[in-house]
Each structure stands twice: as C-alpha cells, then as structure tokens.
C-alpha cells in the first residue's frame, strides 16, 4: 500500500484475502480501478464487492483503462473519495492508475493544487509529471469556475 495523503491509498491488484487486512487498517472504502477484462475470476470486481460488503466497507467500481479516460470518469472517482465517510484504498495493477486518476479528480475539482499532487505523490513513489499540463488546465478551469 502507497499513501498519497491521510486518507487516500492506492495500492497494486489485492487478494481476497486481503480485504478483512484492509477493514482492519481502517479503511471504510475500496475503489476497484481495474476493468473485469484485466483479471481472472476469482479476482473480479463483483467479487471483491461481496467480501468488501461483508466486511463492512463500501465498495465502488470506476474501471480505468488504457483505452480511454474521460472526465466523467475522473469526476466518478473524485465523488467517491470525497464521498467516503473515512480512508479510502483504490487498487489497480499497480497503483498507478489510481493515483492518477486521483490527481485528476482532485485538480478537476479544485481541490488539491497541481503543486500538492506533484509533491505527495512523489513522495509515494509516482512520477505524475508527465500529468502536469493536464492538471494545471484542469485546476485552472476549476478556479475559474469557483469565481464565476
């Protein structure tokens, strides 16, 4: 598991055997970033549904793939992190995806600054600076809308 801030963590593809682990670490909620076609059964989002809920923890599904990222995608995941009521864990292959996708959302919304992303996802061990054009439009249209 890599944190990026006190209340979001990403980490790569979890086990079933993981999620009582991840109920126990404090996590309320866990965000599947991986699309069903990427992983065997057994590992799929509807699986980790039903032990998620049995454990208590909300679950949510915002599959991101390689084939296209859109920004209500971005704002889907936003919506479950900010609407979680605690710690949020996001999985994907490797972590990756779901910090960016994360770095999106919260530039989308306004609500990190693209120079906050840059540093703690760093600090993680996720270079998102190739990201970094994109998130400052993205912060830039949020601030605009904020003045409006």
């Known amino acids: 598991m890599y ?3 006190e209340t979001y963590s990403v980490s790569p593809q979890i086990g079933p ?3 009582a682990a991840i109920k126990a670490a404090g996590f309320t909620t866990l965000i599947c970033n991986r699309p ?6 057994g590992l799929r989002a509807a699986d980790f549904e039903a032990l998620a809920l049995a454990e208590g923890l909300a679950f949510v599904v915002v599959p991101v793939s390689h084939y296209g990222l859109t920004l209500d995608i971005v704002a889907q995941h936003g919506a479950a992190v900010t609407g979680a009521s605690g710690p949020v864990l996001a999985y994907c292959n490797s972590g990756n ?3 960016m996708i ?14 906050e992303i ?15 054009p994109t998130l400052d439009a993205l912060w830039q249209q949020a601030q605009a809308k904020g003045q409006e």
């Open 102 to 115: 994360w770095a999106l959302a919260m530039a989308h919304a306004g609500t990190v600054s693209p120079d």
């Open 36 to 41: 069903d076609d990427e992983v065997p059964p």
């Open 118 to 132: 840059a540093a703690v996802t760093r600090n993680a061990g996720f270079d998102m600076s190739g990201m970094r």
């Open 97 to 99: 995806r779901s910090t």
């Open 17 to 19: 055997e993981d999620v």
């Open 3 to 5: 944190a990026i801030t």
